[in-house]
């Protein structure tokens, strides 16, 4: 019975993990789409549709006031703003073909010819307590404006990601590196090459937490790998570390040359450093440091995301060690189940992540978009429209695959 009540407790604890990750992603998307749909209003964008996830619409309804139609969907894995005119092909022919489609076609109404109004009549009266949408179509706007609609989506992302790491930095503390164990024997004062003198005191100690190597501030593992990648056994590497609550520099002697391979090389940095292993334990910080390591942190955050695809790109990191949707919301579902400051860290670097993604120069995605516009911009004409439209469209298929692919990789390996 016992053993029953702890199965049943941690499936639901699982189970909740889960349905919490899906709802960060849902909410990373929903706020995306929310920046282009302020940027659109303010600018004076004609928009039809606003829809939370894809698929079948669980729920929808048009505003009264904007003849906007706002839609919660089944797929809870994505969303858009619905901008009139945005995947249109430039032509004229095109133009009355939207007029002459059904505005509110989810408004119809079924009456009965008995004398009565005929069903026509029924459908205009229903659609005329609706008003059209007001505003310009997406591709009559200037470019400029078309601009910072599109990259309005991943502002809001970002700024989403450094609220919850200034609320992870001000209510827990900032994550930093504590030393659990040496490879071998606690390291002891030795020779040097340097002129500094080595001495029991200040050697790397077991319970030290770690804030800066060699004169850098140290947020992130990656961090650790930057700063000693290429250093040579035997090194005298300085350490700024908090121990029983003060700050001190230490010197941490290097057991192995530090050749990292890639950003998920972590056996080689700690073999390196000659810990077995070390955990991220928060500190507390000033007010003003909150926000200012909290800015660091994020563009950290977007470094890291950044050199993972170029690590891709060039073959020093493998495939499998990206992840799609489903990767995504089992990282974040373990995260959840570790504590609020796991949590947290890994939001945030879904929001960065996303915003940061965005704007790549990849077709579909909203960097690519602002190339167009550029080019437009300077060309003093568009792109030929139909083009544009194969080329993102060939996007979403290269994008949807390769999501379904890294998370099959990552079921089956």
Same mark, same amino acid.
């Given at each position: 019975?016992?053993?029953?009540?702890?199965?049943?407790?941690?499936?639901?604890?699982?189970?909740?993990?889960?349905?919490?990750?899906?709802?960060?992603?849902?909410?990373?998307?929903?706020?995306?789409?929310?920046?282009?749909?302020?940027?659109?209003?303010?600018?004076?964008?004609?928009?039809?549709?606003?829809?939370?996830?894809?698929?079948?619409?669980?729920?929808?309804?048009?505003?009264?006031?904007?003849?906007?139609?706002?839609?919660?969907?089944?797929?809870?894995?994505?969303?858009?703003?619905?901008?009139?005119?945005?995947?249109?092909?430039?032509?004229?022919?095109?133009?009355?073909?939207?007029?002459?489609?059904?505005?509110?076609?989810?408004?119809?109404?079924?009456?009965?010819?008995?004398?009565?109004?005929?069903?026509?009549?029924?459908?205009?009266?229903?659609?005329?307590?609706?008003?059209?949408?007001?505003?310009?179509?997406?591709?009559?706007?200037?470019?400029?404006?078309?601009?910072?609609?599109?990259?309005?989506?991943?502002?809001?992302?970002?700024?989403?990601?450094?609220?919850?790491?200034?609320?992870?930095?001000?209510?827990?503390?900032?994550?930093?590196?504590?030393?659990?164990?040496?490879?071998?024997?606690?390291?002891?004062?030795?020779?040097?090459?340097?002129?500094?003198?080595?001495?029991?005191?200040?050697?790397?100690?077991?319970?030290?937490?770690?804030?800066?190597?060699?004169?850098?501030?140290?947020?992130?593992?990656?961090?650790?790998?930057?700063?000693?990648?290429?250093?040579?056994?035997?090194?005298? %590497?300085? #350490? *700024?570390?908090?121990?029983?609550?003060?700050?001190?520099?230490? @010197? $941490?002697?290097? +057991? &192995?040359?530090?050749?990292?391979?890639?950003?998920?090389?972590?056996?080689?940095?700690?073999?390196?450093?000659?810990?077995?292993?070390?955990?991220?334990?928060?500190?507390?910080?000033?007010?003003?440091?909150?926000?200012?390591?909290?800015?660091?942190?994020?563009?950290?955050?977007?470094?890291?995301?950044?050199?993972?695809?170029?690590?891709?790109?060039?073959?020093?990191?493998?495939?499998?060690?990206?992840?799609?949707?489903?990767?995504? %919301?089992? #990282? *974040?579902?373990?995260?959840?189940?570790?504590?609020?400051?796991? @949590? $947290?860290?890994? +939001? &945030?670097?879904?929001?960065?992540?996303?915003?940061?993604?965005?704007?790549?120069?990849?077709?579909?995605?909203?960097?690519?978009?602002?190339?167009?516009?550029?080019?437009?911009?300077?060309?003093?004409?568009?792109?030929?429209?139909?083009?544009?439209?194969?080329?993102?469209?060939?996007?979403?298929?290269?994008?949807?695959?390769?999501?379904?692919?890294?998370?099959?990789?990552?079921?089956?390996?």
């Amino acid at each position: 019975m016992v053993l029953n009540s702890l199965l049943i407790a941690a499936f639901m604890k699982s189970v909740g993990g889960v349905l919490l990750a899906i709802l960060i992603l849902l909410a990373m998307v929903t706020i995306h789409e929310f920046g282009h749909y302020v940027a659109g209003k303010i600018l004076n964008f004609k928009i039809t549709e606003f829809s939370v996830g894809f698929g079948p619409a669980l729920f929808k309804k048009r505003s009264k006031k904007s003849g906007e139609l706002f839609a919660l969907r089944l797929i809870p894995l994505g969303g858009y703003c619905a901008f009139d005119g945005e995947d249109d092909f430039d032509d004229e022919a095109e133009n009355d073909e939207k007029e002459q489609e059904e505005p509110f076609e989810e408004l119809t109404v079924k009456t009965e010819n008995d004398g009565g109004m005929d069903e026509a009549n029924a459908e205009t009266e229903v659609a005329s307590e609706y008003p059209e949408p007001k505003g310009e179509r997406f591709n009559d706007q200037a470019p400029w404006k078309r601009i910072i609609v599109l990259i309005a989506g991943a502002t809001m992302n970002y700024l989403l990601a450094l609220g919850l790491i200034f609320i992870m930095f001000g209510c827990l503390g900032r994550p930093m590196y504590k030393v659990d164990n040496f490879l071998t024997e606690e390291p002891t004062a030795g020779a040097t090459a340097t002129e500094t003198v080595i001495t029991p005191e200040n050697v790397l100690e077991l319970g030290d937490i770690i804030k800066e190597v060699d004169g850098k501030d140290v947020y992130m593992i990656t961090d650790y790998m930057t700063a000693l990648d290429g250093r040579k056994k035997g090194e005298q %590497i300085p #350490v *700024t570390v908090i121990r029983e609550g003060e700050e001190r520099v230490v @010197f $941490l002697t290097l +057991a &192995a040359d530090a050749n990292i391979q890639n950003m998920s090389d972590t056996h080689n940095l700690l073999t390196a450093m000659g810990i077995q292993s070390m955990h991220a334990e928060p500190q507390k910080l000033e007010f003003f440091e909150t926000i200012g390591n909290s800015f660091v942190y994020s563009f950290k955050l977007a470094g890291t995301v950044l050199r993972s695809l170029g690590e891709l790109l060039t073959g020093k990191l493998s495939i499998t060690a990206m992840g799609g949707p489903v990767t995504t %919301i089992k #990282v *974040t579902a373990q995260a959840s189940a570790s504590g609020l400051l796991s @949590f $947290l860290n890994v +939001a &945030a670097l879904i929001g960065v992540n996303l915003a940061v993604f965005n704007l790549l120069p990849v077709p579909a995605l909203d960097g690519c978009k602002v190339i167009f516009c550029i080019i437009e911009w300077i060309r003093k004409k568009p792109v030929n429209r139909k083009i544009e439209t194969i080329i993102h469209l060939a996007g979403i298929i290269f994008l949807f695959g390769f999501a379904i692919l890294v998370d099959l990789l990552q079921w089956i390996l």
